[in-house]
């Protein structure tokens, strides 16, 4: 027992480390969100308790994760109580003349379970509990997190680097502009299917996050890893990036939803020259959010994930991937160059959380180190040698697929070695005697 408490107190020190650094970054954002004049995640989370809720889903999201702790009969009643509020409020909410939205119910009954946990729960039953609830409104303060990162980005970030991303583009033969046309021809069936996709990434995370943390109330336990732990930090981490290489997408900067700030009207018809790149200013509302593109990021992690489901869920990752890449170029939100480093870095942070969950090892620390190098390359290339990649797209252009290949063999090679599969050994046939 006690060789077994000297092995776990590294793992429970570093979860401690983790949240009291979680714990600090969201009252940095805080801060930094108030000197704006905004509320931050904090203050939007805990309004939210009473006021109307920004996003009934994301809330009763949260609540589904939290519940994968719970027997059966307690989800049914705990969703029936969080309804129940809901329609409380709802009422009140139209006496009023107030905003409608729903979703308080849910954050009641997870803070609900938070206060049975601590006051009603013991030992292990507490831990997975709390584990559940933490999860949940990890869920809601990592998308209000994100919210608060986009406009610290269009707040701190004037000017934005598009055209070296656009020029750097010719080297993958302009990606965003084919696809523009592409979804232009589909018409608006086209359209609003790719949108469908493209917007319902979250829930399509949210239904296979379930179908992988099933069997959490029947075992006790988490499994050591799962799709919810990257996506979140993938939310976190590639904000980040924003701020150092601010891109707001061609749709914006050469098409016409930019209006007035648009340093052209080209998306889709006609590809930007390749002329020396500039920075140039934009507004202070939209965000600075493609590069990496993040949906890239979180559709190769789902991707990934699904591999080792159903044929149902692998075929659903694959369309999922496949529509939010295309979606992505297709409604000018990003750059070829955007997705190239957003598979990347998806694989970056997978196997770092990976290696976290396993325990770290020379594999794992030579794949995130060379995933990184590799995308700090990928990010240097497009500030510093766009021109030449626009002027070279038969070197440059192989140079980055092969660059992004790498990584994936990479992450293939490692994961393999991680999870090498059994292969049966064939038992010698019994030979007959011959008396």
């Known amino acids: 027992m006690i060789e077994l408490d000297e092995r776990r107190r590294p793992r429970v020190i570093l979860w401690a480390v983790a949240g009291v650094v979680t714990f600090g970054f969201l009252v940095a954002m805080e801060v930094v969100a108030r000197h704006y004049g905004m509320p931050g995640p904090i203050v939007n989370q805990a309004r939210e308790v009473i006021f109307t809720p920004t996003s009934g889903p994301l809330l009763y999201a949260g609540l589904a994760l939290m519940m994968v702790v719970l027997p059966w009969r307690q989800r049914f009643i705990s969703l029936g109580i969080a309804a129940g509020i809901d329609v409380v409020f709802f009422l009140v909410r139209w006496v009023v003349d107030a905003k409608m939205m729903f979703g308080n119910g849910a954050l009641w009954v997870i803070l609900g379970y938070a206060f049975i946990a601590v006051t009603r729960r013991t030992g292990k039953e507490r831990v997975l509990l709390l584990k559940g609830v933490g999860l949940g409104l990890l869920l809601v303060a990592g998308h209000k997190t994100g919210d608060t990162w986009l406009m610290i980005t269009s707040e701190t970030r004037p000017s934005v680097l598009d055209a070296y991303v656009a020029t750097a583009d010719h080297a993958l033969g302009n990606p965003s502009w084919v696809m523009g046309r592409f979804v ?17 990434l979250p829930l399509a995370a949210a239904v296979f996050a379930l ?225």
Do not use: K
């Open 184 to 200: 232009e021809a589909t018409g608006p069936i086209g359209y609003h299917a790719l949108h469908l996709v493209y917007g319902q």
């Open 211 to 435: 179908y992988q943390l099933r069997n959490v109330a029947r075992e006790g336990r988490f499994p050591a890893h799962h799709l919810v732990r990257t996506f979140l930090a993938i939310g976190l981490v590639g904000p980040v990036v924003y701020m150092i290489f601010p891109v707001v997408g061609p749709v914006f900067a050469y098409g016409a939803e930019g209006g007035q700030w648009a340093a052209a009207n080209l998306w889709p018809q006609t590809p930007l020259s390749t002329g020396a790149p500039q920075a140039f200013p934009f507004d202070e509302i939209t965000p600075r959010n493609c590069m990496p593109s993040l949906h890239t990021a979180w559709a190769t992690t789902l991707f990934i994930h699904t591999r080792e489901g159903s044929r149902l869920l692998r075929n659903a990752g694959t369309f999922w991937l496949v529509g939010t890449l295309t979606a992505t170029l297709g409604f000018g939100y990003h750059y070829g160059a955007d997705l190239v480093a957003g598979v990347v870095f998806a694989l970056t942070v997978e196997a770092t959380m990976r290696a976290f969950a396993r325990g770290w090892d020379r594999a794992g620390v030579t794949l995130v180190v060379y995933g990184s190098v590799v995308f700090t390359a990928l990010v240097v290339s497009y500030r510093y040698l766009p021109v030449e990649m626009a002027r070279y797209p038969w070197v440059f252009g192989p140079a980055l697929l092969l660059a992004m290949a790498s990584v994936i063999y990479g992450y293939l090679r490692t994961t393999r070695l991680w999870n090498p599969q059994t292969v049966p050994v064939q038992q010698p046939e019994p030979q007959l005697v011959q008396a």
